[in-house]
């Protein structure tokens, strides 16, 4: 049976009780009810948010010697959100993290003004950390291959179209720059023999069109051959040992076993195949709008992160291409 709005935000909201006083988890409730039903967030994504808030939460009660109440909160002071913050900071937190809290707490505020429940404003008084941005590490074509290759672990025990099935998922992130979770997300009715082109949800139930070359194919057609289990147009195309869907874990395992095989780095994971899918195309000549569609983004300037990871490359093909570059 499917989970309805109340039922993830019931899931999301257990183990609040500890952290808020009677009124603010009763708002919790109706905070988390509201994401589910207006923005459509998953299950685990509304425990994210309210694991986030049950964080501030805590460190309130430390902070104020209670548990807080709406009261509480609508009479906090900045220099209590940033004691908050400074307390995670502390203990070693990354900015990033410290964000994400600040952000939970603000979308918690945002929904009690709105339900006229009291208005939060030190949260929104206070500036987020800065958070430095990280290039993406993608591996070398080399490598990209040799992990969507299912003879690089030919010599493991392992049922052949269990090593048929982790080499095409790894094929659908390198070769169509697909997320871990779309590509499990995918039916067998989607990417159905003869299939040339897929729409995938990605982030925010956003859809996109994504073509797939001949390798992807090729590798998808050669688990369908081997999978032991009936693929209904319906259900999960990737299955597990016991037919059930597939863990996003075990192909996590699947590419640690073979960069260890292969010598690469620790930043050799799933999702760096989608980097990889990214910055080769670019490194090629890609363009940078059809990338952003390819991948999903919803902004240019997350895309155009790719043009600091191959700088060299851009630069020869400015060489190459501009007509005074020889000049």
């Not at 179209?161 to 720059?177: P, S």
């Not at 991948?295 to 300037?301: F, R």
């Not at 997350?302 to 060489?319: C, K």
């Amino acid at each position: 049976m499917a989970m309805t709005d109340q039922d993830r935000a019931a899931r999301a909201a257990h183990g609040l009780a500890s952290a808020a006083a009677p009124d603010v988890a009763e708002a919790v409730e109706g905070w988390l009810a509201r994401l589910a039903h207006e923005r459509r967030l998953s299950a685990k994504t509304l425990e994210a948010y309210a694991r986030d808030l049950s964080v501030v939460l805590l460190r309130l009660t430390d902070h104020l010697g209670r548990r807080p109440t709406l009261a509480d909160l609508a009479a906090l002071t900045p220099a209590d959100v940033r004691a908050v913050l400074a307390s995670r900071r502390a203990e070693g937190v990354a900015p990033r993290t410290l964000v994400r809290l600040l952000a939970a707490a603000r979308s918690f505020g945002r929904h009690l003004e709105r339900e006229g429940q009291g208005k939060v404003g030190a949260l929104t008084a206070v500036r987020a950390p800065k958070v430095p941005k990280g290039l993406p590490k993608p591996v070398s074509v080399t490598a990209a291959r040799a992990l969507s290759d299912p003879d690089t672990r030919a010599g493991e025990a392992r049922e052949q179209w269990v090593l048929a099935r982790d080499a095409a998922v790894i094929t659908l992130l390198y070769g169509a720059g697909l997320r871990i979770s779309e590509a499990l997300g995918l039916t067998a009715g989607t990417l159905a023999p003869g299939t040339t082109q897929i729409t995938v949800t990605g982030k925010g139930n956003k859809t996109r069109m994504v073509p797939l070359i001949a390798p992807v194919l090729t590798a998808v057609e050669a688990y369908r051959a081997l999978c032991p289990y009936a693929l209904a147009p319906d259900k999960p195309l990737f299955r597990g040992a016991r037919g059930g869907p597939l863990s996003p874990r075990i192909v996590q395992l699947a590419v640690e076993r073979m960069r260890g095989a292969l010598g690469l780095p620790d930043s050799a994971t799933p999702h760096a195949l989608r980097h990889s899918f990214a910055t080769h195309l670019l490194s090629r000549g890609g363009d940078l709008r059809a990338i952003q569609e390819l991948l999903g983004h919803a902004s240019l300037s997350t895309t155009q992160i790719y043009t600091q990871v191959d700088g060299a490359a851009l630069m020869n093909a400015w060489r190459a291409a501009h007509p005074r570059a020889r000049a």
